[in-house]
C-alpha cells in the first residue's frame, strides 16, 4: 500500500466523476475507504497515481526549494542566518515535504520589521522587488517580498475559472482592499492576463477596522457607501465590465444597492465574481445566489467562485460549490506551490483525521519565499483529494476559536 | 430538542448555519436556532412597509383586543413555537436551562411580559397621555379642543437587538404592534424563548405574522445590519454599547442602570425601618437587572446599613435552579464570573471600601461549567471611593457614607433612583437632576415598576414625531 493510503480519504465527488457499476459507486460511498478495497482496478490506478504524482511532484518540489534558501549562494540572509540556529542541516536533510517538520513553526513576529531585504534571496538580488503587507491596524505589519509570485499564482488560478462567466476580453473591477496590500495588483494582473482591464476602487481596510474599534459605526456605513457608489459609477460607465473580485461584504452590498436602485448586478453585465475570506460561507452563498443574483449560474448567468489565501501563501481555489451539497466550500491549495493542512490543535505537528477539526497550517515553497508550517489564524475541516486537485483540502474556513472573539473578520 | 427557524416577515427560513443552544450545566443541547447574515437582515428591511400596511388595515382598538389575547395565550396556553408544540412549563423549563435563571425568575418574567400585554390599553393610554390612536393610525385628528394635532411614524418595524442574559426587558418592545408597527428582532443567544413565544402568542391572537422578523444570529452582524437599516431600534447592551449608540436618534439605548436608593438627612436615623426595600431592590431577579439598586447614599449610618444588608443578603446560597426558593442565577459564560469577581475584590482592597460580607463564606461559587455570585455588600466610607457606583451582573450593592449636599453630583447616571426623603427642596433637587431618569419618592424598591410610566424615554416619543399638519376648510372663501 503506498504512502498515504492508511486512511479513508477519498472524496465522494471522485467517487462519482469515475466510471464505475452503481454497485461499485455504492460500495465506494458506504464503505468510505479506499476504493482499492472492492478491486475495481481502474479507479484504484487513477486515484492512486493521481494522489501519488501530486506527492511526488511536492516532495522534489520541497527539496528543490529549501535547498534554494539555504544555500550561501542563493538563499536568502534571514534562512542563511537562521540556519545556523537549527539542529539539522536543510541542506542534507530536507528531501520530502515531511522533512519540513523538522522546522520549528513559522512565527509570523518574524516578518514583523526590517530590514526588508534580509527577505530576498541573493539567488534574485538582480530582481525588482515588491514588499506587500498584512495586518498593521496597530503595531508594525508583517512584511512579504514579492517578484512574480503574486503574478504566478493568479496566473495559475486563472486556469480554474470558467472561461463562459469570465470570458477572455472581457474587463474586471476590482472592490477590495488596496493599498499595501497585494490584491490590487493581484486581481490587476489577472485581468490582463485574460487580456482584460482592470478599474479599481480605493479601499482602506486599516481605517475600516479602526472604525469599527473606535464604534463609529456611522462613518462605516458611509464609507461603505462611498466605495459602493464609485463601483456603481465604474459599471454604469460604458466600460463592459463582466468580471470582478469582491470581498463578501461588498459585494453584498453593491448587490442591495442596485436593487435599491433597480437594477441588479446581472443587468450591470457582471457574469463572473470571484471572493475570499471566513465571511464566504455556505449560508452567504446560498443567499447570495438564491436572492442577489437571481439563480444558479445556468438560470442568473452569474458565476462566484470563492477563494482562500492572504499575502504570504498562494491563492487556493474551491471545489464545487452549489445547491446539489448545500454549498459546501472546500479549497484546495496550489500545490506544490503552497500546502494547506489541517492539524490537531494541540499538536500542530499532527493531522487532524479526515473530516475533524483543526487549525489551518500554511506552507509556502516558492523561489521567492519560504514559510514552514505557519499556523493561520482560522481553522475548518480536513478534506480529502477531489479529482481536480488530488491532495488535501479545508473546509468550513472559519476563525479559529481561541482567537475569534478578538479577530474583526470581514471588514470590507 | 426544540428548532427555531429564522422567521422572515413571518415565514420560517431554514438556514445552512444552524447554531445549538445548550443546557447551561449539563452541555446538552436545547434548541436548534437556524442563523441568517446581515444581508438578509438589509434586504428584507426594504418590505418593512408591507408589515406597517397590514397592521394599519387593522383597527387600533382591534389590535388592543389581540394583544390581550395574546397576552393571555403566552402565560396559558401550549403554543406552536418553532417545530414544537410549547406549553408554558416547557417555556420556563427551556429559559432556564439555557440562561441560568432559577425557574421561579422564569415564570416571574413570564407573567410580566403577560401583564403588560394584557394591559396594553392602560400602558399605551398612559405613554400617549391619552391620546385617541386612531390620530396615530389616521396620522392626525381632533382631539376635541378644537386643534388639528398629528403624528408621524419614524419607522414602518421597529428594530430590537435583545440581551442575551435577561428575560426582563421584553416588555419594552412588546407595545409595538398596538402602535401598527412591525418588529425586527434579533433574540440574545441564550434568551430566544421569549421572542419566539410572543411570536407565535401574538400570531394565533390574530395579528398578521408578517408583521414580524426574528433573525438569530451573530451578535455583531445581525444587530449592526438591524441598527442600520431600521429607523427606530433599540439595543440592550453594556457601558460601552451605551456610549456608542449616546445621543443617536434613531437608537435608543438600554444599558445598565446603576439604580440607587438615597437616605435624606432627614429621614436616615429611620434606616432601619427600610432594610427589607433595600433587600429587595438590590436580590430582586437575581441582581441582574438595570433597575436592581446597585448604591446606596446615606449621611451616616452608612457602615450600620451595609451591616444589616449583608446579614439577610450574605449567607444566601445557591440553590438548583428548578427549587422554588432559588434566587441567584448562573453566570453561563466561561470565565465571567471569575473576571466579574476579581474586579469586585480589586474594589473591596481599596482603602475606603470594606467587605462587609466577607464572614459569610467564599462569594464565588464554581460548579463547572458554570459559576455563581453570591451577594456581596461593600461599605464605602467615603464618596471619593472610584468604584462607589460600580454595578455587575449578581446582587452586589455600595453603601456609600457621602453628606447630601454631594450625593446627586456623586452618584453620576441613575435609571431608578428610590429617594426616602421628606424634606421638599431635597425632593425638588432631585426632581430637577437631569442624571435621574425614573424617581420614586418613598420607599419604593427600585425593581417596582409602574407600568403606566415611561421607560428610559417614551416609547410614543421614539416611534412618533409630532408635526404640523393644517387643513384648508373647503367652505372656507381664500382672498
Known amino acids: 500500500m503506498p504512502a498515504g493510503f492508511d486512511e479513508p480519504w477519498v472524496h465522494a465527488s471522485l467517487v462519482h466523476s469515475l466510471t464505475l457499476p452503481t454497485e461499485c459507486r455504492h460500495r465506494a460511498r458506504t464503505i468510505a475507504g479506499p476504493l482499492f478495497l472492492f478491486g475495481c482496478v481502474t479507479v484504484t490506478d487513477v486515484v492512486h497515481h493521481a494522489f501519488d504524482s501530486a506527492r511526488q511532484q511536492l516532495d522534489a518540489h520541497t527539496a528543490e526549494v529549501v535547498a534554494w534558501h539555504f544555500h550561501e549562494s542563493t538563499g536568502c540572509p534571514f534562512w542563511l542566518e537562521k540556519r545556523s540556529e537549527l539542529n539539522f542541516d536543510p541542506l542534507t536533510e530536507v528531501q520530502c515535504y515531511d522533512d519540513l517538520k523538522k522546522f520549528p513553526l513559522f512565527?509570523?513576529?518574524?516578518?514583523?520589521?526590517?530590514?526588508?531585504?534580509?527577505?530576498?534571496?541573493?539567488?534574485?538580488?538582480?530582481?525588482?522587488?515588491?514588499?506587500?503587507?498584512?495586518?498593521?491596524?496597530?503595531?508594525?505589519?508583517?512584511?512579504?517580498?514579492?517578484?512574480?509570485?503574486?503574478?504566478?499564482?493568479?496566473?495559475?488560478?486563472?486556469?480554474?475559472?470558467?472561461?463562459?462567466?469570465?470570458?477572455?476580453?472581457?474587463?474586471?473591477?476590482?472592490?477590495?482592499?488596496?493599498?499595501?496590500?497585494?490584491?490590487?495588483?493581484?486581481?490587476?494582473?489577472?485581468?490582463?492576463?485574460?487580456?482584460?482591464?482592470?478599474?479599481?476602487?480605493?479601499?482602506?481596510?486599516?481605517?475600516?477596522?479602526?472604525?469599527?474599534?473606535?464604534?463609529?459605526?456611522?462613518?462605516?456605513?458611509?464609507?461603505?457607501?462611498?466605495?459602493?457608489?464609485?463601483?456603481?459609477?465604474?459599471?454604469?460607465?460604458?466600460?463592459?465590465?463582466?468580471?470582478?473580485?469582491?470581498?463578501?461584504?461588498?459585494?453584498?452590498?453593491?448587490?442591495?444597492?442596485?436593487?435599491?436602485?433597480?437594477?441588479?448586478?446581472?443587468?450591470?453585465?457582471?457574469?463572473?465574481?470571484?471572493?475570499?475570506?471566513?465571511?464566504?460561507?455556505?449560508?452567504?452563498?446560498?443567499?447570495?445566489?438564491?436572492?442577489?443574483?437571481?439563480?444558479?449560474?445556468?438560470?442568473?448567468?452569474?458565476?462566484?467562485?470563492?477563494?482562500?489565501?492572504?499575502?504570504?501563501?498562494?491563492?487556493?481555489?474551491?471545489?464545487?460549490?452549489?445547491?446539489?451539497?448545500?454549498?459546501?466550500?472546500?479549497?484546495?491549495?496550489?500545490?506544490?506551490?503552497?500546502?494547506?493542512?489541517?492539524?490537531?490543535?494541540?499538536?500542530?505537528?499532527?493531522?487532524?483525521?479526515?473530516?475533524?477539526?483543526?487549525?489551518?497550517?500554511?506552507?509556502?515553497?516558492?523561489?521567492?519565499?519560504?514559510v514552514p508550517g505557519f499556523l493561520e489564524r482560522d481553522e475548518g475541516e480536513r478534506e480529502g483529494p477531489c479529482e481536480k486537485f488530488p491532495w488535501d483540502g479545508i473546509s468550513g474556513v472559519r476563525p479559529f476559536h481561541e482567537l475569534s472573539e478578538a479577530t474583526i473578520v470581514g471588514v470590507y | 430538542m426544540i428548532t427555531l427557524p429564522a422567521i422572515r416577515w413571518g415565514e420560517p427560513y431554514e438556514s445552512l448555519e444552524v447554531d445549538s443552544i445548550n443546557h447551561f450545566h449539563t452541555g446538552e443541547p436545547v434548541a436548534r436556532l437556524h442563523a441568517v447574515g446581515a444581508g438578509i437582515v438589509r434586504r428584507d428591511a426594504k418590505k418593512a412597509g408591507h408589515a406597517r400596511k397590514l397592521l394599519q388595515e387593522i383597527s387600533p382598538a382591534d389590535l388592543i383586543a389581540r394583544c390581550k389575547a395574546a397576552g393571555a395565550l403566552l402565560e396559558s396556553s401550549s403554543l406552536s413555537v418553532g417545530d414544537s408544540c410549547q406549553s408554558p412549563d416547557a417555556f420556563i423549563a427551556q429559559q432556564?436551562?439555557?440562561?441560568?435563571?432559577?425557574?421561579?425568575?422564569?415564570?416571574?418574567?413570564?407573567?410580566?411580559?403577560?401583564?403588560?400585554?394584557?394591559?396594553?390599553?392602560?400602558?399605551?393610554?398612559?405613554?400617549?397621555?391619552?391620546?385617541?390612536?386612531?390620530?396615530?393610525?389616521?396620522?392626525?385628528?381632533?382631539?376635541?379642543?378644537?386643534?388639528?394635532?398629528?403624528?408621524?411614524?419614524?419607522?414602518?418595524?421597529?428594530?430590537?437587538?435583545?440581551?442575551?442574559?435577561?428575560?426582563?426587558?421584553?416588555t419594552l418592545w412588546l407595545p409595538v404592534i398596538a402602535l401598527q408597527i412591525g418588529l425586527v428582532l434579533k433574540?440574545?443567544?441564550?434568551?430566544?424563548?421569549?421572542?419566539?413565544?410572543?411570536?407565535?402568542?401574538?400570531?394565533?391572537?390574530?395579528?398578521?405574522?408578517?408583521?414580524?422578523?426574528?433573525?438569530?444570529?451573530?451578535?455583531?452582524?445581525?444587530?449592526?445590519?438591524?441598527?442600520?437599516?431600521c429607523?427606530?431600534?433599540?439595543?440592550?447592551?453594556?457601558?460601552?454599547?451605551?456610549?456608542?449608540?449616546?445621543?443617536?436618534?434613531?437608537?435608543?439605548?438600554?444599558?445598565?442602570?446603576?439604580?440607587?436608593?438615597?437616605?435624606?438627612?432627614?429621614?436616615?436615623?429611620?434606616?432601619?425601618?427600610?432594610?427589607?426595600?433595600?433587600?429587595?431592590?438590590?436580590?430582586?431577579?437575581?441582581?441582574?437587572?438595570?433597575?436592581?439598586?446597585?448604591?446606596?447614599?446615606?449621611?451616616?449610618?452608612?457602615?450600620?446599613?451595609?451591616?444589616?444588608?449583608?446579614?439577610?443578603?450574605?449567607?444566601?446560597?445557591?440553590?438548583?435552579?428548578?427549587d422554588p426558593d432559588a434566587g441567584l442565577a448562573a453566570l453561563t459564560t466561561a470565565g465571567a464570573a471569575e473576571a466579574i469577581y476579581s474586579v469586585v475584590e480589586r474594589d473591596a482592597k481599596h482603602p475606603l471600601v470594606t467587605d462587609m460580607t466577607q464572614a459569610y463564606g467564599a462569594r464565588l461559587?464554581?460548579?463547572?461549567?458554570?459559576?455563581?455570585?453570591?451577594?456581596?455588600?461593600?461599605?464605602?466610607?467615603?464618596?471619593?471611593?472610584?468604584?462607589?457606583?460600580?454595578?455587575?451582573?449578581?446582587?452586589?450593592?455600595?453603601?456609600?457614607?457621602?453628606?447630601?449636599?454631594d450625593m446627586l453630583p456623586t452618584m453620576e447616571s441613575t435609571l431608578v433612583c428610590t429617594a426616602v426623603t421628606e424634606d421638599k427642596q431635597f425632593q425638588r433637587q432631585l426632581i430637577a437632576a437631569k442624571n435621574i431618569d425614573r424617581l420614586n419618592l418613598g420607599p419604593i424598591p427600585t425593581p417596582q415598576l409602574d407600568w403606566l410610566q415611561p421607560h428610559e424615554g417614551n416609547l410614543i416619543e421614539f416611534l412618533y414625531r409630532s408635526r404640523a399638519l393644517q387643513i384648508q376648510n373647503t367652505n372656507s372663501h381664500p382672498d
Open chain 1, 107 to 370: 512565527e509570523d513576529q518574524w516578518l514583523r520589521g526590517g530590514p526588508v531585504r534580509r527577505w530576498v534571496p541573493r539567488g534574485l538580488a538582480d530582481k525588482r522587488v515588491y514588499v506587500f503587507e498584512t495586518g498593521g491596524t496597530t503595531g508594525i505589519p508583517k512584511s512579504r517580498i514579492a517578484i512574480d509570485d503574486f503574478r504566478t499564482d493568479y496566473s495559475l488560478f486563472s486556469d480554474t475559472l470558467p472561461a463562459d462567466y469570465f470570458p477572455v476580453g472581457a474587463n474586471w473591477l476590482m472592490l477590495g482592499p488596496s493599498g499595501p496590500r497585494r490584491l490590487r495588483l493581484a486581481v490587476e494582473h489577472l485581468a490582463q492576463h485574460r487580456e482584460g482591464i482592470c478599474f479599481c476602487i480605493d479601499l482602506d481596510p486599516r481605517w475600516v477596522i479602526k472604525l469599527i474599534k473606535k464604534g463609529w459605526m456611522e462613518h462605516l456605513e458611509e464609507y461603505k457607501k462611498h466605495c459602493i457608489d464609485q463601483a456603481i459609477t465604474v459599471l454604469s460607465a460604458g466600460h463592459d465590465v463582466k468580471c470582478m473580485f469582491g470581498t463578501p461584504k461588498l459585494i453584498e452590498s453593491l448587490c442591495l444597492e442596485l436593487e435599491q436602485r433597480g437594477t441588479s448586478i446581472g443587468e450591470m453585465g457582471i457574469t463572473g465574481i470571484f471572493s475570499g475570506g471566513t465571511e464566504f460561507t455556505p449560508q452567504w452563498t446560498r443567499f447570495c445566489v438564491e436572492e442577489l443574483f437571481g439563480g444558479p449560474p445556468e438560470e442568473s448567468g452569474i458565476f462566484m467562485t470563492p477563494t482562500y489565501g492572504n499575502t504570504l501563501m498562494g491563492l487556493a481555489a474551491s471545489g464545487p460549490c452549489n445547491a446539489a451539497n448545500d454549498y459546501k466550500i472546500t479549497y484546495y491549495a496550489p500545490q506544490p506551490r503552497a500546502v494547506v493542512e489541517v492539524v490537531d490543535f494541540a499538536d500542530p505537528s499532527q493531522l487532524a483525521g479526515y473530516g475533524e477539526t483543526g487549525r489551518a497550517k500554511l506552507t509556502t515553497l516558492t523561489q521567492e519565499f519560504f
Open chain 2, 365 to 405: 461559587v464554581s460548579a463547572p461549567p458554570v459559576a455563581y455570585l453570591r451577594p456581596v455588600v461593600l461599605h464605602h466610607a467615603s464618596q471619593e471611593s472610584a468604584s462607589r457606583n460600580n454595578e455587575y451582573m449578581f446582587p452586589m450593592v455600595n453603601v456609600v457614607e457621602c453628606p447630601q449636599e
Open chain 2, 187 to 229: 433574540p440574545g443567544s441564550s434568551e430566544p424563548w421569549t421572542p419566539y413565544r410572543v411570536f407565535a402568542a401574538m400570531v394565533e391572537a390574530g395579528i398578521p405574522k408578517e408583521a414580524f422578523c426574528l433573525y438569530p444570529g451573530s451578535g455583531a452582524d445581525i444587530g449592526s445590519a438591524i441598527l442600520s437599516s
Open chain 2, 96 to 170: 432556564s436551562a439555557t440562561t441560568g435563571m432559577p425557574t421561579s425568575m422564569c415564570r416571574a418574567n413570564l407573567a410580566k411580559n403577560a401583564y403588560v400585554l394584557q394591559n396594553i390599553d392602560k400602558i399605551i393610554s398612559c405613554l400617549t397621555r391619552g391620546l385617541d390612536l386612531n390620530i396615530l393610525s389616521l396620522g392626525y385628528g381632533d382631539e376635541g379642543r378644537g386643534v388639528t394635532v398629528s403624528y408621524q411614524s419614524q419607522c414602518d418595524a421597529l428594530g430590537a437587538v435583545l440581551p442575551n442574559n435577561s428575560p426582563g426587558v421584553h
Open chain 2, 231 to 322: 429607523n427606530r431600534s433599540m439595543i440592550f447592551g453594556g457601558p460601552q454599547t451605551t456610549e456608542q449608540y449616546s445621543g443617536n436618534p434613531r437608537v435608543q439605548v438600554h444599558g445598565p442602570g446603576n439604580s440607587k436608593i438615597v437616605f435624606g438627612d432627614d429621614c436616615v436615623d429611620n434606616w432601619e425601618r427600610h432594610t427589607d426595600m433595600m433587600v429587595d431592590s438590590v436580590f430582586r431577579n437575581g441582581g441582574r437587572s438595570c433597575v436592581n439598586c446597585s448604591s446606596i447614599y446615606a449621611s451616616r449610618h452608612a457602615k450600620e446599613i451595609a451591616m444589616a444588608l449583608a446579614e439577610q443578603l450574605g449567607p444566601i446560597e445557591v440553590l438548583p435552579p428548578d
